[in-house]
Antibody, heavy 119, light 109 residues
Framework: QVQLVQSGAEVKKPGASVKVSCKAS????????MHWVRQAPGQGLEWMGIINPSGGSTSYAQKFQGRVTMTRDTSTSTVYMELSSLRSEDTAVYYC????????????WGQGTMVTVSS | EIVMTQSPATLSVSPGERATLSCRASQSVSSNLAWYQQKPGQAPRLLIYGASTRATGIPARFSGSGSGTEFTLTISSLQSEDFAVYYCQQYNNWPSMYTFGQGTKLEIK
């Protein structure tokens, strides 16, 4: 079945970086875009950026420009999201989510990865 | 930036009754609007896309309507499993921004 399986929870110190993975299975990896969305504790959903696994092109929300990098490995059907210069406000659950096209809704979501930033 | 505003923030409805949730966009998003359901501790689940098309496996009691700037999600007869938080999202601005509303919490009355 189609699924996105994310890496496990992380605890990081302020100023550090975190890299979260999202492994896709059950479909053709390069035929769907992948988004990253985060959710701070008790808060709503915040879009971070999109990657096209076919060519690797990316687009990031302005808020995260310069701090986020999204990459993919087609050999393992995995996308990665790296966020640098972490601060306490980055404490959140990070989700990957698939979309059939760039201009389409997010039809399959990963289970989420909790990232805690604390000194 | 397109701002999505949902109302009300919290909606209290009895099981079996109808629930109507609203979403307004600060500028037209055509029909590029989705609705998601999120239960505690779970990832969001796609309910509606294209403003009115149910996603695979979504029961017929969920329906979406609207275009441009005003959208509605209706749940015709609430079941116990429908009590959750609902988010609208626009995807008209790709690839630069995909904005979510702040959510409506649907709770049991």
């Amino acid at each position: 079945q189609v699924q996105l399986v994310q890496s496990g929870a992380e605890v990081k110190k302020p100023g550090a970086s975190v890299k979260v993975s999202c492994k896709a299975s059950g479909y053709t990896f390069t035929s769907y875009y992948m988004h990253w969305v985060r959710q701070a504790p008790g808060q709503g959903l915040e879009w971070m950026g999109i990657i096209n696994p076919s060519g690797g092109s990316t687009s990031y929300a302005q808020k995260f420009q310069g701090r986020v990098t999204m990459t993919r490995d087609t050999s393992t059907s995995t996308v990665y999201m790296e966020l640098s210069s972490l601060r306490s406000e980055d404490t959140a659950v990070y989700y990957c989510a698939r979309a059939p096209r760039g201009d389409d809704a997010f039809d399959i979501w990963g289970q989420g990865t909790m990232v805690t930033v604390s000194s | 930036e397109i701002v999505m505003t949902q109302s009300p923030a919290t909606l209290s409805v009895s099981p079996g009754e109808r629930a109507t949730l609203s979403c307004r966009a600060s500028q037209s998003v055509s029909s590029n609007l989705a609705w998601y359901q999120q239960k505690p501790g779970q990832a969001p689940r796609l309910l509606i896309y294209g403003a009115s098309t149910r996603a695979t496996g979504i029961p017929a009691r969920f329906s979406g309507s609207g275009s441009g700037t005003e959208f509605t999600l209706t749940i015709s007869s609430l079941q116990s499993e429908d009590f959750a938080v609902y988010y609208c999202q626009q995807y008209n601005n790709w690839p630069s921004m995909y904005t979510f509303g702040q959510g409506t919490k649907l709770e049991i009355k």
